[in-house]
């Protein structure tokens, strides 16, 4: 009498099952060839998000005029940690979406006017003209929005992920 | 007795497509993990790049004890970091071509300024239109894809002048002429928490050629400014004041001006002691700062 499989007990997908009872094993490796598929699945789909960002809109006042040309920065602080969101300030208003806005908490707001020095910024053969004009000193003229509301901004406004999305600002 | 399953050891049809199944699935699960094997092979490229030239930037720091000026000239059009340091990456030939006294534009410096250099140019980085298009890049100057950290500050900032009182000189470790110059003791931060250089991209599709200077090109997508060969701080010379790794220009051309990479969610920084870091894009915007800045002072934990 023929001694039997030495594995046929644990009916594991790979060891080769003879005879009685292979109906079952096969029906337990369906079971468990598509519990693999389904761990894997789940495994690989799990990615990394940055941190929670809100879509942010207003207009900017300068002077009691609307600023024609500038930036708008937020930068997180006090405790609020992540990537800085600026956004290009056009004929007074800026709109951030949820993919580049502020993220929530805490943030340092910087506005800056984009200055035109005459030219073009990428016209580098025209700023070393100016340059050499001028006699070798910085060509572009003064930031005319004040250093409180930039380089030492002191504005800090709290972004909350619902709620308020429309922050305006009059400097 | 009836011939049958009983005597032939052996693999059922049911089992064997199980089998094949399964094989299938660990393939549909490990192709692509190839596709990124590759990506990963180029990033790995990139930063051996950006090591090369950390340590050309230390070899030219122990000829002249100072670092590289990110511009040689106040009108930021003659010479810059990429090409003071040719002779130690094996690109004699091409520096002994270099006019320093002339701008980067000049047509004498167009067979040295062409050079397409295969340490400036990261793997991953695609070109979505041939560099340089003569006629249009000016002085047909090769691209480069790296560029030198002047700071968190504005990249054309001096010391401050009458003419512009409020002017902040560049706080990097590597600045423009008229931000003085920095060696390795300048580095209070430390070396291995200040960057050096980082990475650069031609990935604005909303960056078209000017009207200024008229060239054939103008209203076409023009997608970067990186030219190795150009001193302009929209070229080689970056700060970390705009956003990090940014995909558009959004008409602030200030922009050009920021670390980005073709990579995915990452850029790779070189830090003064030599060593090249993948930095995360959502990086805390404070960290990067205190890592752009020389001598600020900060404590930079983990980065």
């Known amino acids: ?171 | 007795m009836p011939r049958g399953r009983k005597s032939r050891p052996g693999f059922t049809l049911i089992e064997l497509l199980v089998v094949i199944a399964i094989i299938a699935v660990l393939i549909a699960l490990l192709l692509p993990a190839v596709q990124q094997a590759r990506e990963s092979a180029r990033r790995t490229q990139c930063s051996n790049n950006l090591k090369q030239i950390g340590l050309a930037i230390h070899n030219y720091h122990d000829s002249y004890t100072r670092f590289p000026l990110s511009s040689i000239d106040p009108g930021l059009g003659k010479s810059g970091v990429f090409a003071s340091i040719l002779p130690y990456l094996d690109q004699g030939n091409t520096y002994q071509q270099y006019n320093f006294s002339l701008g980067n534009t000049d047509p004498t410096n167009l067979i040295a300024v062409s050079q397409k250099i295969p340490a400036y140019l990261c793997p991953t980085a695609p070109f979505r239109r041939p560099v340089p298009i003569s006629g249009c890049d000016s002085n047909s100057r090769a691209p480069g894809t790296y560029a030198a950290c002047t700071g968190s500050l504005d990249p054309y900032g001096t010391f401050p002048t009458t003419a512009n009182p409020t002017s902040v000189p560049n706080n990097g470790a590597i600045v423009n002429s008229g931000s003085g110059s920095t060696s390795m003791r300048d580095l209070t931060d430390g070396s291995s928490s200040t960057f050096l250089c980082g990475e650069s991209a031609w990935n604005f599709g909303d960056y078209l050629w000017g009207a200024m200077p008229a060239t054939p090109c103008s209203g076409q997508v023009r997608w970067g400014f990186t030219y190795w060969s150009s001193p302009y701080p929209l070229a080689t010379a970056f700060t970390t004041a705009g956003p990090f790794n940014p995909k558009s220009m959004q008409g602030d051309s200030s922009r050009l001006s920021s670390f980005r990479s073709e990579h995915i969610g990452v850029v790779n920084m070189l830090l003064c002691d030599g060593s090249a870091r993948y930095i995360s894009e959502n990086i805390d915007h404070n960290l990067l700062n205190s890592l752009a800045t020389r001598s600020g002072g900060e404590v930079v934990g983990d980065f």
Request: net charge neutral; aromatic share 8%; with cysteine.
């Open chain 1, 1 to 171: 009498m023929r001694p039997p499989p030495q594995f046929s007990n644990l009916r594991m997908c790979w060891v080769p099952v003879s005879g009685e009872g292979d109906m079952a094993g096969t029906l337990q490796c369906r079971w468990a060839s598509i519990g693999l598929l389904a761990v894997c699945c789940v495994v690989g789909c799990g990615g990394s998000k940055g941190p929670q960002r809100v879509a942010v809109r207003g207009a900017i006042l300068f002077n009691n005029e609307m600023l024609k040309a500038g930036r708008i920065t937020f930068t997180p602080i006090d405790g609020s940690k992540g990537p800085t969101a600026v956004a290009t300030v056009t004929d007074g208003f800026y709109d951030f979406n949820v993919l580049n806005g502020p993220v929530v908490g805490k943030n340092k707001v910087q506005i800056e006017s984009i200055i035109d020095p005459g030219f073009a910024m990428d016209d580098e053969a025209a700023y070393a003209k100016a340059s050499q004009e001028k006699g070798g000193v910085p060509v572009l003229p003064q930031q005319p929005i004040p250093p409180e509301f930039n380089q030492q901004s002191k504005l800090v406004v709290e972004v909350s992920p619902d709620g308020e999305k429309k922050l305006d600002f009059s400097l």
